[in-house]
T-cell receptor, first 116, second 113 residues
């Protein structure tokens, strides 16, 4: 059973371009979470999705950022018109159930975005 | 001020020695507390999860303790190995918002020969 997969692992964009980050959850997992980790800081929650639904996007900036988890295919985190401050590691996690109680989230290896 | 504070920020120990990492939190109401290990350039990996009613949880050479009254947790690593070199992150989950975890900034542990 492959773990959570993210691609690309490294992404370089110039200011104003779009960044598209992909996350394939573990087999059988229908819940996906996106986190951002700035240098020297802890991970920060961005968005929680189930198949075809955004459950909680309270941690995601209102502008330029969007996320989806279609019925088929990976979850996508899209950042439009990137700025230097978007440079960070973006982690995806998945869980088989709603993360209540002690359900574990399994993290992917992350995508490191660098904005020039 | 972070709602999850960890200490020390970094730590260097010799292989074979024990160490204890600390976590203080102010997150409330509390649901559960997790410790994760994050190797450089990788995603976090879960070590332990404890609810407010649990005092201790072990996973091999890792033992986590929780005092919900004082809002403190510790992670004890026994007989350290070079492969234990990583960041150890304390993560607290709020009651009723199970989808959101509050992460500490981690303790960077380096195990040397």
């Amino acid at each position: 059973n492959a773990g959570v997969m993210q691609n690309p692992r490294h992404l370089v964009r110039r200011r104003g371009q779009e960044a598209r980050l992909r996350c394939s959850p573990m087999k059988g997992h229908s819940h996906v979470y996106w986190y951002r980790q700035l240098p020297e800081e802890g991970l920060k929650f961005m968005v929680y999705l189930q198949k075809e639904n955004i459950i909680d996007e309270s941690g995601m900036p209102k502008e330029r950022f969007s996320a989806e988890f279609p019925k088929e295919g990976p979850s996508i985190l899209r950042i439009q018109q990137v700025v230097r401050g978007d440079s960070a590691a973006y982690f995806c996690a998945s869980s088989p159930l709603d993360d209540v109680g002690t359900d574990t989230q399994y993290f992917g290896p992350g995508t490191r975005l660098t904005v020039l | 001020k972070n709602q999850v504070e960890q200490s020390p920020q970094s730590l260097i120990i010799l292989e074979g020695k024990n160490c204890t990492l600390q976590c203080n939190y102010t997150v409330s109401p509390f649901s559960n507390l997790r410790w994760y290990k994050q190797d450089t350039g990788r995603g976090p990996v879960s070590l332990t999860i404890m609810t407010f009613s649990e005092n201790t949880k072990s996973n091999g050479r890792y033992t986590a303790t929780l005092d919900a009254d004082t809002k403190q947790s510790s992670l004890h690593i026994t007989a350290s190995q070079l492969s234990d070199s990583a960041s150890y992150i304390c993560v607290v989950s709020l009651t009723g918002t199970a989808s959101k975890l509050t992460f500490g900034t981690g303790t960077r542990l380096q195990v040397t020969l």
